[in-house]
Structure formats: structure tokens, C-alpha cells
């Protein structure tokens, strides 16, 4: 229909609507199909294209728990790296939950070009079974399964730590995630670590869990709080800003003056670390770098080319500010 109006070939009119007119349809042909294509409605059938190509354009990325904000800036580079020659689907999971191989399964009738899972787990990989391009991210020790991009979480816990302790604190607590990937085991085990090799104590008893929620990360923390207070705890630390928020939040409620009675701090440094009163002092992970050289890797891939260097590790930094530190101005923030 689309040629017939056009007064075309249908050649022509794929060429068209696939993007590939350069060197082989005159302007002229260019603009009677798109016009032709405007007045019918016609939009291009991707599946029926994946079914004759044996692949479609779709690259999958796979995530636990995209409440997360980090994951906003992850796609962003996901997204740039794969420009738009490919469509970017999400599949994720339940808040607290990991995915589950069959329903990527499922996905694959749709023939994505790749695959891009996000702190997966090894029993996840193994029921896998994809044969097609496949990139991990922020999935330490599992990198014999796949390329992969990882964070060190682990450096910038041990500087935290170090922080705190250069700070003067001696009993602190910790909010942990309980979604059940790698990288919250690591930035745990090495604060934990560090901590007491610095004569840093965080008891058992002062150790909780919740989602990445903002209310559910104070609600935790307003239960806890008066034990924690009677025990000396004179600092938070947070496994993502998210449940640091939550923190801050309950804390202006108790009036607590941050960081003179409480310092606080997370793993992230989302935007609005930089700009709350007071700023969150949290570890920095580079989200919009871990997407774009995840997507980088697995468009290599698809493109057949031999990657350079198959596993790469982005830094982490501490990011001090307010919530811990009274120089930078805590002293006279949040009561």
C-alpha cells in the first residue's frame, strides 16, 4: 500500500523505513515514502524483520530492583552507548528480588541482538543457557561466564571507614539492602572489616535490612534508633543514599543534629546527595560509566569484533560531606 501511494517499488519503501537509503533512493523517493507512510499509519513489523534477519534490535537489559535510582543513570549510558540503532528493553524484578532465568527465557522469542544482566547470580547464568552476545555488570566473580564491568565497591567502603574512624567514631551501625546481590555483600564485608581494624565496633544487634525505599529505610531506622542510641552508636552507614534518605528523614523528625549527634552515610552518591541539607557524604559509583562501557562491550560483541579487554573495574570514591563531616558546614544543618 505504502509503494502503491508512494508510486514505488517495495524495495524501495523498505529501504525507507529501515534507514538505508544512503548512496541507493534520490530525496525525492525519500520523501514520497515517508510522506506515504505518514498518511497510512504504517509502522514497520520488527518481529516479522527478526524472523527474516534470525535477530531483531532489542538488547535486554536484566535488573533486580530498578526502584533503585542508580539504575536511572545506568540506562543513560546503556542508552548512548547503543545510539539508535538498537532498542533498549527492561526486564526486572520484584524490590528484594533476583530474576530468574526463565523469564528471559521467555524473551527470547523476541531475538534480541543482546543481553546486558545486572548483578545476577551464578545459579541465574547457569540456567541461562543464552548463546547469543551476553555482558555482566556489577557482577564480581563471575567473570568467567561472560565480559564484564564491575564497580570496586570495596575501595570505597574502606575509605569510609577510615573516615568515620578519622572522625572520632567508635560504635556505628549499619542499613543494608536486602536485595541479595554480590556487590551489597562486598561494600558490607569490607566496611565491616575495615571498621574493625580500625577499632570501629558495628554489632550484630546493630546490623538491619530493608528494601531500597526512602519510607521503609525510616521506618527501620525510627525502630531502631532508641536501642541504637542507648548503645552509643554515633553513626550510620547506608548501603545505597536511597536508604540513607530515609535516615536523614527520621532523624529531622527526632531531631537529631546531623552529624553532632548522628553522621550518616550511603553508597551511590545519587544527585540529590550533593544538594539535601545536609549534603550526604556516600560513596561515589560511576552509574552512567558502568552502562556505557557495558553496552559498549556488548556492542562489540554483536558487531563480531575481539573485545580488547573483556572484564573492566570502575573506581569508587568518597564523597565527604555534611552528614559526617562538621567542617563542611553539618554542624549547622539537620535538627
Known amino acids: 500500500m505504502v509503494a502503491s501511494r508512494a508510486g514505488v517499488s517495495t524495495a524501495t519503501v523498505s529501504l525507507v523505513a529501515n534507514g538505508k537509503t544512503h548512496g541507493r533512493v534520490s530525496e525525492d523517493n525519500i520523501s514520497r515514502v515517508r510522506q506515504a507512510i505518514a498518511e497510512l499509519g504504517y509502522v514497520v513489523d520488527s518481529v516479522g524483520s527478526s524472523l527474516a534477519k534470525g535477530v531483531s534490535s532489542i538488547v535486554i537489559l536484566v535488573a533486580p530492583d530498578i526502584s533503585n535510582p542508580f539504575f536511572a543513570k545506568v540506562i543513560e549510558g546503556v542508552r548512548e552507548s547503543l545510539g539508535s540503532d538498537f532498542q533498549l528493553l527492561l526486564s526486572v524484578t520484584e524490590a528484594g528480588e533476583l530474576p530468574r532465568a526463565d523469564d528471559i527465557r521467555r524473551l527470547s522469542a523476541l531475538r534480541p541482538a543482546g543481553l546486558l544482566v545486572d548483578a545476577p547470580d551464578a545459579a541465574f547464568l547457569e540456567n541461562l543457557s543464552s548463546t547469543g552476545p551476553l555482558v555482566l555488570l556489577d557482577a564480581p566473580g563471575l567473570e568467567a561466564y561472560a565480559p564484564s564491568v564491575n564497580l570496586d565497591v570495596a575501595s570505597g567502603a574502606r575509605e569510609l571507614a ?174
Not at 558502568?290 to 573485545?307: M, P, S
Open 162 to 335: 577510615a573516615h568515620l574512624a578519622g572522625s572520632g567514631h567508635r560504635r556505628v551501625a549499619y542499613l543494608d539492602s536486602v536485595t541479595g546481590t554480590a556487590t551489597f555483600a562486598i561494600r558490607r564485608t569490607a566496611f565491616l572489616q575495615a571498621a574493625a581494624a580500625l577499632g570501629m565496633s558495628v554489632d550484630p544487634a546493630n546490623r538491619i535490612g530493608t528494601t531500597i525505599d526512602v519510607g521503609a529505610a525510616a521506618e527501620a531506622f525510627a525502630a531502631a534508633w532508641p536501642q541504637w542510641q542507648q548503645a552509643g552508636v554515633s553513626a550510620v552507614v547506608c548501603a545505597t543514599d536511597t536508604h540513607a534518605y530515609g535516615v536523614l528523614q527520621e532523624a529531622r523528625v527526632a531531631g537529631l543534629r546531623i552529624p553532632a549527634e548522628l553522621a550518616v552515610a550511603g553508597f551511590d552518591d545519587l544527585p540529590y546527595s550533593a544538594t539535601s541539607n545536609p549534603g550526604l557524604t556516600s560513596v561515589h559509583l560511576p552509574a552512567a560509566q558502568l552502562g556505557l562501557k557495558a553496552g559498549e562491550q556488548l556492542r562489540g560483541l554483536i558487531e563480531g569484533r575481539t573485545l580488547e579487554r573483556p572484564q573492566l573495574t570502575l573506581e569508587s570514591t568518597l564523597v565527604v560531606r555534611g552528614s559526617t563531616d562538621r567542617a563542611a558546614g553539618g554542624h549547622s544543618g539537620l535538627r
